[in-house]
């Protein structure tokens, strides 16, 4: 991970960096309950403005929404599923852009400091059904029940808590509806903030690698510099918005090939030189995994379905995006 991140407060860090910090942490300590232990430190004013809008929501239920609403504020990655069960309302705990099961030391801390989170707003016991993990049971057991009260579930499908739905309506005592107003704007300022900064970066990388197409085929390096930032922390900060340079690059790529495709002066030979491709055999099979097509089919199709002023107006927007 970019050292660089650890110095800038705002910074935010991909999954995989975050998982590979709580595990080395948890080595370093040799402390083989980290996670729980770690989710004991932790209390709500630590989610900045989200516990504040948690904090003065009416009901339970409301502060939950607000969580899934606003988490990206802290977290793009983590979030939660709340599904009433009959009786019961299941919490499910989950990374949006990962198919695989966490590490148990970031689940574990996640999953208990949520759990401690509905306990100070809800200053009551909480009516808690089952705890279930997706990993293995470590050889200590006993804190599970010292901090939830009960013994979880190993090996299940999904991380989850399950309670009585009846959590849904506690009230939260303190909660103020002027306070909620103020902190809600501020939460949303916030995200719309993260929002615009996120595409921003991802619009403005596509629009120089479009500029640089006509001399060269950019590399990372050069985005990194041209960017004001390290390779490692364009990678994070693009692997956030779940994409890559890569992807970018070839999306670029791709779309002036569809257009150049449309030009019917350019040979294929010429598309892939003007493509920076190695040689015209690299951009015919580039160009069959982009559209299971090769050039000269995709050109006789359009060819068919499009009429020639169609085909003028895409050529005259490939040469205003190459200028």
């Not at 050292?3 to 935010?12: H, N, S, V």
Request: aromatic share 10%; net charge negative.
């Amino acid at each position: 991970m970019d050292a660089g991140l650890l110095r800038t407060p705002e910074a935010r860090i991909v999954q995989d960096d975050f998982e590979r910090i709580v595990v080395a942490a948890a080595r370093y300590t040799g402390d083989e309950m980290f996670g729980l232990h770690q989710s004991q430190r932790l209390s709500l004013s630590d989610l900045g403005v989200l516990g504040y809008v948690m904090l003065h929501s009416k009901t339970l239920g409301k502060a939950l929404s607000a969580y899934q609403k606003y988490n990206f504020i802290d977290c793009s990655g983590f979030n939660i599923n709340v599904e009433v069960q009959g009786e019961d309302v299941v919490i499910s705990i989950f990374l949006g852009n990962s198919p695989e099961a966490p590490g148990r030391h970031f689940i574990e801390c996640m999953t208990a400091s949520f759990y401690r989170t509905l306990l100070a707003l809800s200053c009551r016991p909480l009516p808690v059904k089952a705890i279930s993990f997706m990993h293995a049971p470590p050889s200590q057991i006993e804190e599970y029940e010292a901090v939830f009260g009960m013994m979880p579930l190993f090996h299940q499908q999904v991380n989850s808590l399950r309670l009585s739905k009846e959590i849904l309506d506690y009230s939260i005592i303190g909660s103020d509806t002027r306070l909620f107003n103020v902190f809600q704007a501020m939460a949303e300022e916030v995200r719309a903030k993260l929002a615009s900064s996120y595409s921003e970066l991802t619009s403005n990388l596509n629009k120089w690698i479009i500029e640089c197409m006509p001399s060269h085929f950019p590399n990372l390096q050069e985005a990194a510099k041209e960017f004001l930032m390290s390779p490692r922390t364009l990678q994070s900060r693009l692997k956030a918005e779940n994409t890559s340079y890569n992807r970018l690059a070839n999306e670029v790529r791709k779309e002036l090939a569809i257009r150049y495709l449309a030009q019917t002066e350019y040979t294929i030979g010429e598309i892939a030189y003007l493509l920076h491709f190695s040689e015209p055999s690299a951009f015919q099979t580039a160009f069959r995994k982009w559209t299971n097509l090769t050039p000269g089919e995709y050109r006789q199709r359009e060819r068919e379905e499009v009429s020639p002023g169609e085909g003028l107006r895409r050529g005259m927007s490939v040469d205003f995006a190459l200028r």
